[in-house]
């Protein structure tokens, strides 16, 4: 069998950082995936030369014996990814768990005490409008009655004018409102009182996607307005991208959740993530290419990001008390505080056209009609 090499393959250097080997593959394997007219053998070949680079220890060993065959060591590689009883530095029997935070000094914790009515809000709906209009036209129509009628006949003209518009933008505004109405009851008959949509990894490897998920739903669904999703694509895709958004009004926060050493975790001035003050190699983050991609498919929504990180074995993690960039390290109990209070702006409204775009974007879930 020719053998092939994975670098060329992905088209990719041999110093490839693992960011710029996973952005080459989803590229390629986009267009490669079966369901979007691609053969098998090709998508596998890119899965192969992915799992092989995406892993330090595969990834060293492919650089020291050099080019290998194309498939035949497909199934190996996968089993040495799988059956490696730990990664340098981790502690495969060390199980994080989500922290018990102390809810009593959340100031936004103690603003949701009693309140659990939601809004269903959409562009375009006309809200109280009607009122107005009604009340404009009731001001109106009696004012012959008060106004002596000795005014001039063109006088006469615009009020009738007048009184005819605000007739036909208080019907028109009804209308609106109860057509805004009936949709909202058909979201609601839709999905009722559904919180959490997707669902997180479940795989060994994304034991912190799962504690993610639990502690969104042990703390920010005291906000009524939150929606949960996980396992998100970008535009375009077919992969689960995203491991997490979390969507509360007109604000998201899109996630990464990761279990890494244990140490303290910072952004550079120029973005580069450290840690314990060097830049880290351990891992790779998409998030901030997520951002900018639901940006893009939500431009007036507010974007922001958050890479979630629990220890991979005893030991702590800690993080800057920092509130700028798209991918700032975040410990559970900081993103909690931090943007649970952000997202507490608009704590009890769903506006259901941004909830249906992002709704679209899990993967697995079927599409939902976009008229309610």
Known sequence: MAEVDYYALLGIARDATPGEIKSAYRALALRAHPDAGGSAEEFQLLQSAYETLSDPMLRAAYDRRGRRPSLEVAAEQRAA??????????????????????????????????????????????????????????????????????????????WLL?????????????????????????????????????????????VAERLTAELFERYLTRLPGVRIFHGLAWPDSVFADVDHAVLCGRRLVVVESKSWLPGHYALADDGTLTRNGRRFRGGGTQLPTSVEAFRRLLPDVEVRGALVLYPSREGEITTDE???????????????????????????????????????????????????
Do not use: C, K
Request: charged share 20%; net charge negative; hydrophobic share 45%.
């Open 81 to 158: 990814r799988w059956s490696r009883p730990r990664r340098f530095g981790e502690d495969p029997d060390f199980v994080p768990t989500v922290p018990d935070i102390d809810v009593a000094h959340l100031p936004w914790w103690r603003m949701m005490e009693g309140v659990s009515r939601v809004h269903y809000a959409h562009p375009g709906s006309p809200g109280h409008a009607p009122a107005a209009g009604a009340l404009a036209g009731a001001v109106l129509l009696p004012l012959p009655l008060v106004v002596p009628f000795a005014f001039s006949v063109w006088l006469v003209a615009v």
């Open 322 to 372: 920092q509130d700028d960039g798209d991918a700032p390290p975040m410990t559970p109990e900081q993103f909690v505080r931090q943007l649970g209070d952000w997202l507490a702006a608009e704590p009890v409204t769903v506006d259901r056209h941004v909830f249906r775009t992002v709704l679209g974007q899990v993967v697995g879930l079927s599409p939902t009609p976009t008229n309610a």
């Open 162 to 206: 007048l009184v005819v518009s605000a007739v036909a933008a208080a019907v028109l505004l009804v209308r609106r409102h109860l057509e805004s109405l009936r949709t909202v009851r058909t979201f609601r008959n839709e999905f009722g009182d559904r919180v959490v949509f997707g669902s997180p990894g479940s795989e060994p490897d994304e």
